[in-house]
C-alpha cells in the first residue's frame, strides 16, 4: 500500500550508532593498501526521521567512502521491515572519508561482505532509534557561504593539460578550470520548547586528512558533528552531507594556510558549523512543513573501451612485475599522464571496466522537507552539475546530496571529459559514459518537477 505524501503536524527524531570496524581492517581511498592500526574518531550512522500526519521520511548519513546500491536495498529492506518507512522516503547517503573500510571491490583492495550486512543492520537500527525519539518539532531551513574551505582541484597549467591536485606553489599553474560551490545548505529541527534536536548541513567538499593515514577517522564531517554537539546541546545530532563535490577538495595551492592534517578537517569542521548554524539561526520555524519523496531509476551508459585499449592493458599485465611496464597510452587518457606506479592497477581496471555492461541503471531521489529540497545523486558529482541543478530547480533552498543510495563513480561534466585528468580515467569508479553527469540533471529536474506538480 502507498504512503500518501501530505501535510500535517510534524515529529522529528535523531539519533547515532557506531560502524567502527576493526583495527588491522584495510581502509580505502589509496592506491595503495593500508590498514588500520588506531582509531582517531569512531565511523557512525546518523539518522534524522521525519514524520507528519501522513508520511515518514529518514535522511541516514554514514561515514563511509560510498556504498553500493546493494547495501542500500538491504538496509531499506530491513528499515521498511522495521518502522514501515517505504524506500523512496529513505535517503542514504556516505560522507566519502578515506579513512574507512572499503565498500566495494576495487583499487588496490576489496570488500568485506560481513561487515556491509553488519552495516546495513546497522542502518536500520539507527532509523529505528530515531523514530523512537519522534517529539513535536518544527524546521527551519537556510544557506550561509563558508569562506577559505572549498577549492577546485583541477588546473590548466603551463604545457596546455589539465591537471589534478598539481601541488602548493606549482609555479606551472595557470588558473583553476571550474567553480566551487562554498553555499552550506541546512535544516535545523527544535522540539517545540526550542531545544535543537538535529541539523541537517550539506556542502561540496571532499574530505579533508588526518595526520595518520592508518588511523580510522570520519574525517572533517565527525568534527563537524563534534561541534554542533558541543555549539547547540548533547542532545543535538548534527549530519553533514556531501555535496557536488567531485573535482572539489581543500588543497589551497596558494599555501596562504600551513596548517594541514586532524587540525586542518578540525577548523574546516568548525567553520562549517559555524556556517550551517548562522545559515538557520534566525530563518522562520515551520511547524507543518510539506514533506515528500520520490525516486526514479535512470539508465546510465558505460564509457566505451576500445580493442586498442584492451589489447595494451593485457600487455602491461604480461609484463614481469621485476621489469618496468610499458607505457600507458590508453585512449581515455587525456593530458595529463597515468603515473607509472600506477599503470598496471589502470591495466586491471581498463579490464574490469571492458567486462562491465554497456548499460545499467541508478537511482535518481529527492526529498522536500518544508523550504528545503534534498537531491540524491549516485556518485561523485561535478561541483558544474551541481550548480546547474541548483539554479534550475525552484525550491527556496536546495542541497544536492551525492554519493546517495548508490555509488557510479566520478561523474564529471562533457567539458570536463575533453579536458581530461585523473577522474576521466577508466576505472570502477569513473565508469560512465561522457554526457552522464547532464542526462543525471536533466532527469533530476524532471523528477523534481513530477514531485510538485498538482496531483
Not at 8 to 26: C, D, E, F, K, Q
Not at 177 to 184: E, I, L, M
Not at 310 to 333: D, N, R
Not at 354 to 367: C, D, H, R
Amino acid at each position: 500500500m502507498r504512503e500518501p505524501d501530505g501535510v500535517g503536524s510534524l515529529h522529528g527524531g535523531a539519533a547515532v550508532v557506531t560502524i567502527t570496524p576493526p583495527l588491522g581492517t584495510p581502509l580505502a581511498g589509496l592506491f595503495r593498501e593500508r590498514r588500520a592500526t588506531r582509531i582517531e574518531q569512531d565511523l557512525t550512522v546518523r539518522a534524522l526521521v521525519l514524520r507528519n500526519d501522513t508520511t515518514t521520511v529518514a535522511l541516514v548519513v554514514c561515514d563511509l567512502i560510498w556504498l553500493t546500491g546493494i547495501t542500500v536495498a538491504a538496509a531499506r529492506k530491513l528499515i521498511e521491515h522495521g518502522t514501515g518507512i517505504r524506500p523512496a522516503h529513505v535517503m542514504i547517503s556516505c560522507t566519502h572519508t578515506h579513512t574507512g573500510p572499503a565498500t566495494s571491490d576495487g583499487l588496490v583492495i576489496e570488500a568485506d561482505p560481513t561487515y556491509l550486512d553488519w552495516v546495513a543492520a546497522r542502518i536500520a537500527e539507527c532509523v529505528a532509534a530515531a523514530v523512537c525519539r519522534l517529539v513535536p518539532v518544527t524546521v527551519a531551513s537556510g544557506a550561509a557561504e563558508v569562506a577559505g574551505v572549498c577549492f577546485n582541484r583541477r588546473f590548466l597549467m603551463a604545457d596546455g593539460t589539465v591537471a589534478f591536485n598539481p601541488g602548493p606553489r606549482n609555479p606551472n599553474i595557470l588558473h583553476s578550470v571550474g567553480p566551487v560551490d562554498p553555499v552550506v545548505t541546512s535544516v535545523l529541527v527544535e522540539d517545540v520548547a526550542g531545544n535543537p534536536v538535529a541539523l541537517s548541513a550539506n556542502l561540496s567538499l571532499h574530505y579533508v586528512g588526518t595526520d595518520d593515514e592508518c588511523a580510522i577517522s570520519s574525517d572533517y564531517y565527525g568534527w563537524f558533528a563534534a561541534n554542533v554537539r558541543d555549539w547547540l546541546g548533547a542532545g543535538c545530532v548534527g549530519l553533514l552531507t556531501n555535496g557536488a563535490s567531485g573535482d572539489i577538495n581543500n588543497v589551497d595551492v596558494t599555501a596562504t594556510l600551513s596548517i594541514r592534517g586532524t587540525a586542518r578537517a578540525r577548523l574546516v569542521a568548525r567553520a562549517v558549523a559555524a556556517a550551517a548554524i548562522q545559515a538557520t539561526a534566525m530563518q522562520r520555524r515551520e511547524r507543518a512543513p510539506v514533506l515528500r519523496g520520490t525516486s526514479t531509476r535512470l539508465t546510465l551508459h558505460r564509457r566505451a573501451i576500445s580493442p586498442d585499449d584492451i589489447a595494451l592493458a593485457e600487455k602491461i599485465l604480461a609484463t614481469p612485475a621485476a621489469e618496468a611496464p610499458p607505457p600507458a597510452a590508453f585512449s581515455f587518457v587525456v593530458g595529463q599522464p597515468i603515473p607509472g606506479y600506477q599503470i598496471r592497477q589502470y591495466a586491471i581496471e581498463t579490464l574490469k571496466v571492458g567486462a562491465k555492461p554497456v548499460s545499467g541503471t541508478a537511482e535518481l531521489q529527492i526529498m522536500q522537507v518544508g523550504r528545503a529540497a534534498l537531491v540524491g545523486l549516485p556518485g561523485e558529482i561535478f561541483v558544474d552539475l551541481g550548480l546547474d541543478l541548483k539554479r534550475r530547480l525552484p525550491a527556496p533552498v536546495t542541497a544536492v546530496v551525492s554519493l546517495a543510495n548508490d555509488h557510479i563513480g566520478y561523474v564529471p561534466t562533457r567539458a570536463a571529459y575533453a579536458q581530461g585528468g585523473y577522474e576521466t580515467w577508466a576505472t570502477r569508479s569513473s565508469w560512465t559514459a561522457p554526457g552522464t553527469g547532464e542526462a543525471v540533471v536533466d532527469a533530476a529536474v524532471t523528477l523534481y518537477e513530477a514531485m510538485m506538480a498538482p496531483g
